[in-house]
């Protein structure tokens, strides 16, 4: 999928961690491996409870060697880094919000290298799917979008931004996922390489391997389309007249909707029509997604 265009993201914002002891600390701390995270890529992970339940959820890009910045939410930005000092204690490292503060721009579709960006910019393709592109981190965004619009890209509305994201099923913070009681492998961060199996201990492990290993997901964030008025969040999903789920995030006609398992199968089985409130809605299912929990 290609789409000439960038959208800023106004709801993000940069956490920066740095310091010869940043990638150990962080390595503790989240679901992925900052210490095999090579310089200039990124990876979308989490920070989790020590129960294992979601807390935070961010981009990790490796700026260089001991620099870390965090692509996370902008309302949540400042209480993530508060809590990431609770950690600290000894570690040799330094907790910041940029400053001044970065812009995000998402670059969806694209291939390669982002066509164009501004000096002292950084840029990673985003982990999650090819046809989220990339994103830019920039420090000077009017400069930043007269270079993508000089090399022929136009800025797109974050509405079209916000329809690709649920048509391809992917969760964002808060909004899909609610903080102490959400699991990774029912939000599908798993399956969007947030979670790295093979790394040392983090907080929240036990739980997350346990789900796994044990097969006890009961629940997954899938996305909808969405005919008639766009439901609120927790509205109910029903299909015959039983509740098989509830809504998240919803924008134009599509929605996520974390529903059981048995719901899923059933909308898939009989090609099903849900009700949510005034309106219906069938599986829009990407082909990224598994819904069986896989056997290890």
Known sequence: ????????????????????????????LITIDSEKLAEKTAR?????????????????YRQGATEFWLDTAA??????????????LRS???????????????????QGTPPAIADGDESFADPRHAELGYRI?????DATMAALEAAGLTKSPLGDYESLRLSLGMPEGDRDMQVDKSTMLECNIDQLGGVDWDKGCYMGQELTARTRYRG??????????????LPDYGTP?????????????????????????????????????????DATAILALPDWLRIVPEEV
């Open 216 to 229: 006890l997901v009961k629940k997954r964030l899938v996305p909808l389309t969405i005919d008639g008025p």
């Open 75 to 88: 309302d949540r930005a400042a209480e993530l880094m508060k809590r990431l000092r609770l950690f600290k």
């Open 92 to 110: 040799k490292v330094d907790l910041a919000l940029a400053e001044p503060p970065r812009t995000v721009l998402a670059v969806p579709g694209q």
């Open 237 to 277: 999903v029903e299909l015959d007249g039983k509740a098989v789920g509830e809504t998240r995030s919803a924008f134009g006609n599509r929605a996520l909707a974390l529903m059981k398992l048995p719901g899923i199968e059933a909308g898939q089985a009989k090609d099903a029509t849900f009700t949510i409130g």
């Open 1 to 28: 999928m290609s789409n000439p265009g960038y959208t800023p993201l106004p709801d993000r914002a940069i956490l920066i961690v740095r310091g010869e002891d940043a990638p150990g600390f962080l390595q503790g």
């Open 44 to 60: 979308y992970g989490c920070l989790l409870t020590p129960q294992g339940k979601y807390a935070y959820d961010f981009f990790l």
């Open 137 to 141: 981190i920039s420090g000077d965004p």
